[in-house]
């Protein structure tokens, strides 16, 4: 306990031992209740000396905390107050109390736009709840929404005067977009507070646009005092009249958001309007309300949707609409795509067993759109041909850490965590090239050089890749992931395999006896789904009949050395 709330609760022990004129209290008497009052909050025993009481009454005795308190000795022995009506609970505030409170409300006042300050008869009450507190030693009544690890708040009252005063400030200030923080000359108008946060709004110059910055985000203040502050008219209602939250748009972009809320929460819209332009334009007989809000369609106002879940429905605009639907999907698709370590392990056995194996959800759609957008920029601004790109990695540095991500990386350790990733290769198959494979084993491997040795039939493709033919125990010890970013179906040229026959490499006729006397599986894979397969396991594509675009990525991974001087011609360590 702080040694000023020690000194509180002795003042106050003294204080209630005076009052009691019935009694007469020596020193001695005095020290064992301060004592007895410090254990009870402490829990422990706590020794008060005798010149700590002492200096004490004479603390209380003179005006320094405005008790002058009338304690007197009579007898040579004994302590009372000489007005038996005295407290130091009943002081009137002085002159100085009331200009620090009158102060102190005036600043209040300003801070009227926050919620953290809607009523001053709410500061009132907590204000008591705290009196109440101190007084009773027991739990707050009332539990204020806050948050102590906020940074930021320091400068709270630095902005405040600087705003009072008109001063420019210079800003040490890091967004979150921002590899390194940047100095900016700043003129604020107001502090803003929403959800908890805090912001400062003002501008860098006269001609530039208001500007919102997290006090969070702010290292360091100084005063430019050498500049003149803007010193523009600025309204906070007029400002955020149409916003929720901070962040304000061009007043053209107010759109008209027409809300269908059901009757479970259509009472807490009803109580706490999401916003001041909130109108019913139609109730239900079940209780549910459709209301209309005049806002801007910024960050906030999706976060305050998705906040009712499905409670509530967005009408209009459709732009809203499908945005909010697309947050919902994207949520889907990160609970769908949590791969679940017993699966991979299931995978990985499937694998082991049949040649092949499916896991759908491995992508978010999310994921496979930044995917897709990384290809579709390389491929835009390089004259290269999009069937099979390879050193993919190695020319789209981008793509490592979009395609390697946790599920891929779990799936590789359930089948060998000693796995390095050896190939990767790009196919887009066009709406308009209904191609298709015959059947066929994955044999050949591509390397850095083309060197014959014992078991290795070497040569050097069109591309200028390297590539063997290596001995059975490199093949089987080789795995393909293949990623999905289109849905692979028989109607969209899927793979056809015939399971179990990734046990050996086949002569031509021995392929041909298989394939026509074996049932073979078409191997659907949604968007966003892998296909791990075996190299050796037969496999063909199956003609189209409804060819759709479809973009295949094929990772091959290993974890043997080539002897030699043979290497594999890509490499990537999994972590």
């Known amino acids: 306990m702080a040694q000023n709330k020690n000194a509180l609760i002795r003042y106050r022990t003294i204080d209630k031992c005076l009052q009691n004129s019935y009694r007469q209290w020596t020193l001695e008497d005095l020290i064992e209740a301060c004592s007895e009052a410090l254990y009870e909050y402490e829990g422990k025993d706590m020794n008060v000396s005798r010149r700590t009481v002492q200096l004490d009454i004479q603390m209380m005795r003179s005006d320094k905390l405005g008790y002058n308190a009338p304690i007197v000795v009579y007898d040579k022995k004994y302590y009372r107050y000489e007005d038996p009506d005295f407290s130091i609970t009943d002081i009137p505030l002085n002159e100085s109390d009331m200009q620090v409170l009158t102060e102190t409300v005036e600043m209040l006042k300003q801070f009227k736009d926050f919620s953290l300050f809607n009523e001053l008869g709410g500061i009132i009450q907590r204000l008591e709840d705290k009196i109440y507190t101190e007084k009773t030693h027991q739990p707050s009544i009332i539990h204020l929404d806050k948050n102590d690890r906020l940074k930021g708040l320091e400068h709270l009252d630095t902005l405040y005067q600087a705003i009072l005063k008109r001063l420019v400030l210079r800003l040490q200030y890091k967004s979150f977009n921002a590899s390194e923080s940047a100095m900016m000359t700043f003129h604020p108008f107001i502090l803003k507070e929403f959800n908890n946060r805090w912001f400062l709004v003002g501008k860098t110059a006269s001609n530039e646009k208001v500007i919102t910055l997290a006090l969070d985000r702010i290292i360091s203040i100084d005063y430019d005092l050498k500049q003149d502050h803007i010193n523009e008219p600025f309204n906070g209602d007029e400002y955020y009249k149409n916003t929720v939250g901070v962040t304000v748009m061009d007043g053209k972009f107010v759109n008209r958001v027409v809300l269908k809320i059901d009757r479970s929460n259509a009472p807490y819209v009803i109580t706490k309007p999401l916003h001041l332009s909130q109108k019913i334009i139609e109730e239900f007989k079940d209780g549910s309300v459709i209301v209309e809000l005049f806002v801007h369609h910024n960050y906030e106002l999706e976060r305050l949707i998705l906040g009712f879940g499905d409670s509530i429905q ?136 083309k060197i014959p040795m014992d078991g290795y039939n070497g040569w050097t493709n069109k591309n200028g890749i390297n590539s063997v033919c290596p001995p059975e125990e490199v093949l089987k010890s080789i795995f393909s992931i293949r990623i999905h970013l289109d849905t692979t179906n028989a109607q969209n040229g899927a793979l056809k395999v015939i399971p179990g026959s990734h046990s050996k490499r ?70």
């Open 314 to 449: 967005v009408l209009n605009p459709s732009s809203l609409r499908r945005r909010i639907q697309e947050k919902f999907q994207n949520g889907v698709d990160l609970y769908k795509s949590q791969l679940d370590r017993s699966n991979a392990v299931a995978a990985a056995r499937k694998l082991e067993k049949n040649g092949y194996s499916v896991l759908n959800d491995i992508y978010t759609r999310k994921e496979i759109r930044r995917i897709g957008k990384i290809l579709h920029n390389y491929f835009a601004q390089n004259d290269e041909q999009t069937f099979g790109k390879r050193k993919l990695l190695k020319d789209l540095p981008d793509l490592k850490k979009e395609l390697l991500n946790r599920n891929i990386q779990e799936v590789v350790k359930a089948i060998d965590h000693k796995a390095f990733l050896t190939k990767a290769i790009y196919f887009d198959k066009p709406e308009t090239n209904n191609w298709y494979v015959t059947w066929h084993q994955d044999i050949p491997i591509n390397v850095t050089e």
């Open 506 to 575: 086949f002569t031509d006729a021995e392929r041909e006896s298989i394939t026509q006397n074996v049932n073979s599986i078409i191997v659907d894979v949604t968007e966003g789904g892998i296909q791990l397969m075996k190299p050796l396991l037969l496999h063909a594509s199956s003609k189209a009949q409804n060819q759709k675009r479809r973009r295949v990525i094929h990772l091959e991974f290993c974890s043997l050395e080539l002897p030699g001087k043979l290497d594999w011609l890509e490499r990537e360590i999994i972590k």
